[in-house]
């Protein structure tokens, strides 16, 4: 029987995109650095018998006037504390890039406290003993960050082009940078017990096994991988092709 449930907004953590929760499957979504809950919008129908629930992030869009979080442990936590609500009875963590360390990390929390998820993809995301040697970010200025940003390929192209959508979201950008350069795997937590997709780009400069072996060393259970068409954000260059294999993966997981 399905649960149905108000859709949250407000001071939420999560948007439902003011639909109601239907159904017992849910993919919660966690975006890349600088990125909002806007790019996950038109994914709310796209999946079956599913609900889509997107992190709000605070700093942009629904939360702009909000100060951005610059540390990963607080941001953690916050997002763990609100997801509760949004939990179904067999639920997808999603993010690419910066996401994607964020919603391995809440799986680990979740799975601490006795209700994981069923399945985790992680999308455009390097393993945390990897991550854990990024630099810390510096204050640089508009020109030099966005510079970085077109040949790090940490932003779609479209974005950048905009210069003044750019300077309303480098704010965010700069605090999750200082988000990801905050961030330190704790080598006492337990490996993540739950299946994990593994998505990435086929023109990225990215090892495959290399990459399986890494995840693996925080990752008990199974691990698979699919490459896309495209550089880091092949989310947005074959977005369908990564929505059908969502839904077949979250179909499998299902079995």
């Known amino acids: 029987m399905s ?10 953590m999560f948007t ?12 919660i979504c966690f975006p890349f650095a600088g990125g909002g809950e806007s790019h996950f919008r038109d994914w709310a129908g796209q999946i079956p018998d599913a609900d889509v629930v997107a992190a ?21 936590d916050e997002l763990v504390d609100g997801i509760e609500p949004f939990l179904g ?16 990390e809440v799986a680990r929390s979740l799975e601490a406290r006795g209700h994981g998820p069923g399945l985790v993809i992680i999308s455009g995301c390097d393993a945390p003993r ?3 040697s990024a630099p810390k970010p510096q204050d640089l200025s508009d020109d030099v960050l966005l510079a970085g940003l077109a040949v790090h390929n940490v932003v779609p192209g479209e974005m950048l082009e905009n210069r003044e ?12 940078l200082r988000v990801k350069a ?5 080598p006492a937590a337990r490996p993540l017990g739950r299946p994990v997709r593994l998505y990435y780009g086929t023109d990225e400069e990215f090892e495959p096994e290399s990459s399986r072996k890494a995840w693996a060393e925080v990752v008990s259970g ?5 490459g896309f068409p495209g550089g880091h954000f092949f989310v947005n260059s074959a977005r369908q092709d990564v929505l059908d294999m969502i839904s077949k993966d979250m179909a499998r997981a299902r079995l």
């Open 3 to 12: 649960v149905v449930l108000p859709t949250a907004e407000g001071s939420s």
């Open 16 to 27: 439902t995109f003011r639909r109601p929760l239907r159904h017992q499957r849910r993919l």
């Open 56 to 76: 709000r992030l605070a700093g942009r869009e629904s939360r702009f006037a909000e100060p951005a979080r610059n540390d990963f442990s607080a941001l953690l």
């Open 89 to 104: 009875g067999q639920t997808t963590l999603f993010g690419h890039s910066l996401g994607g360390l964020l919603a391995f």
């Open 130 to 132: 990897t991550i854990v």
């Open 165 to 176: 959508l750019m300077k309303l979201v480098l704010p965010a950008f700069r605090a999750d």
């Open 182 to 186: 905050s961030y330190r795997m704790d």
């Open 222 to 226: 199974p691990i698979s991988m699919t």
